[in-house]
């Protein structure tokens, strides 16, 4: 079983020292921090903080190069990226619609005997559209790597080949957060869940979203819209049974337990769990343990605290 420890946003409290220390790893380590636009300062920070060598990967600007060097690639590459966005927006109007129903069946109040059964039969319609979503999107994803097979076109062997070199001369991969999109587009287009093997993965913020079986994006107050939490993609799938919530405490209504038993049981069985400043979870034989205090939503409506997952 590969090591693999998750852990909340690093900016106010970092841990991925205490992490490597953990695994008793000592040497060098490999860095992706493809989210945004690589930023050398990051990295320096991250290299300060840990106090040894790291290899930074560039899986950023080596998309970007391969996308320079095989042009059609990038075209078709595009073209599936806007149906992908067109298809998330189709599919956000009929959530956004599903759930305002859902919501108002929560608190109306009435025979709770009738009620009841309509409000399961509401929150299974929308898991049902979740489901439907990951389908189409894999229906894409795959008419896209079957028709253009990325990883055997010149470009993408040469740069992989590069990455692999890197890899070889790690003890352990680190994750960062950033757009969760565009990383995982990135670790997809590189096959990093293959490249790197059995090695140890520290993976934080959007790094640890995207390393799970299900991508969800979450907002209950964004700057603009609806807050309505929105699947966005399958992840890596190099763990399963957990849905990590980073900057939980911030984004989402916590102390509202209409929309934490809501959110808890759209997506049971997976663990929804707030990933916050200082959160730390390392996956052991017996499951996942938390250095510090561990919570997860309940369908009951509140936080429940629980000793391990």
């Avoid at 991925?16 to 493809?34: D, Q």
């Avoid at 984004?251 to 400043?277: G, K, T």
């Avoid at 034989?285 to 000793?307: H, I, K, N, T």
Wanted: aromatic content about 6%.
């Amino acid at each position: 079983m590969r090591d693999l420890i998750l852990l909340g946003p690093q900016a106010n409290q970092p841990r991925v020292a205490e992490a490597l220390r953990r695994l008793e790893i000592g040497g060098t380590v490999c860095a992706i921090t493809a989210g945004w636009q690589e930023r050398a300062g990051e990295l320096e920070a991250l290299r300060e903080h840990l106090g040894r060598e790291v290899l930074h990967l560039q899986l950023y600007q080596r998309t970007e190069d391969i996308f320079e060097a095989d042009p059609e690639l990038f075209q078709a590459h595009r073209y599936r990226q806007n149906r992908l966005r067109e298809l998330q927006q189709y599919y956000r109007q009929r959530l956004s619609r599903y759930l305002e129903v859902s919501r108002w069946l929560a608190t109306a109040e009435g025979d709770e005997r009738l009620l009841s059964g309509e409000r399961r039969d509401a929150l299974g319609v929308v898991r049902q559209l979740d489901d439907h979503h990951l389908h189409r999107l894999d229906a894409l994803r795959q008419e896209f790597e079957e028709e253009w097979r990325p990883g055997q076109r010149a470009a993408v062997r040469k740069q992989t080949r590069e990455v692999s070199r890197l890899l070889s001369r790690c003890e352990a991969v680190l994750v960062a957060g950033g757009h969760v999109a565009v990383l995982l587009n990135r670790l997809r287009l590189f096959d990093l869940a293959r490249l790197i093997g059995d090695k140890p993965v520290i993976a934080w913020s959007g790094g640890a979203m995207v390393m799970g079986e299900r991508i969800v994006l979450f907002h209950d107050n964004p700057p603009q819209g609806p807050g309505v939490a929105e699947v966005l993609e399958r992840g890596l799938g190099l763990y399963q049974g957990l849905l990590v919530l980073p900057h939980a405490r911030s984004r989402l209504r916590l102390a509202d337990p209409v929309r934490v038993s809501s959110f808890a049981s759209r997506f049971h069985p997976l663990h929804a769990v707030p990933m916050d400043d200082g959160a730390f979870l390392q996956r052991t034989a017996e499951g996942w343990r938390s250095v510090g205090e561990l919570y997860r939503m309940s369908r009951g409506g509140g936080l429940e605290r629980v000793d391990h997952l």
